[in-house]
């Protein structure tokens, strides 16, 4: 992997893992940068969280900090965070729909269960719709952005110790935030 490519990797990868453990939502297992897709992280979620609109606004903003770390240090996002079914922007708009459809927390209609088979056709359809999706995916990234400035010296080390690893296991990755906070 080109140089400049690793390391965009372990900004976006090293912003995910710090939204992760700053808002509490569960362990983190392990990053990498070393693969021929790209970065990834092995992190599990809290079970023993109340499924609150809170813990979705949290969950949005992790799955947005690796947009918001780009943003932080290179001032430019990479499609990375896009592109694929299982991508962080298609995640975070699954979640963020789910809250507006699904889940009780709708900004209209919040009673109502409204089941969506293609999240594409329904917010192409519904502006209304797509705008209040779009809102609390805006308002997750700029929380992401929030915690990664915060934490700031522990991203920085985590950064730095995950471009030249390229990979590293859970203990390591929560000894550089524990360490740097």
Do not use: C
């Amino acid at each position: 992997v080109p140089y400049d490519v690793r390391w965009r990797f372990a900004i976006h990868e090293s912003g995910h893992a710090v939204v992760h453990h700053a808002l509490r939502l569960g362990s983190i297992k392990g990053l990498t940068i070393d693969t021929k897709d790209g970065g990834h992280n092995a992190l599990t979620f809290a079970t023993n969280a109340p499924d609150t609109e809170d813990w979705y606004g949290r969950l949005l903003a992790m799955l947005m900090a690796g947009r918001a770390a780009e943003l932080i240090v290179l001032k430019s996002v990479s499609a990375g965070s896009g592109g694929a079914e299982n991508s962080d922007l298609a995640r975070a708009t699954r979640v963020a729909l789910d809250m507006e459809q699904t889940l009780g927390f709708g900004g209209r209609h919040p009673l109502l269960y409204l089941e969506h088979k293609d999240s594409t056709a329904i917010l192409s359809r519904d502006a209304d719709l797509a705008e209040r999706v779009h809102r609390r995916l805006e308002f997750a990234q700029a929380r992401a952005t929030e915690v990664i400035l915060e934490n700031r010296h522990a991203f920085d080390r985590l950064v730095r110790e995950l471009f030249d690893a390229q990979a590293l296991d859970g203990a390591a990755v929560m000894d550089i935030l524990v360490a740097a906070s």
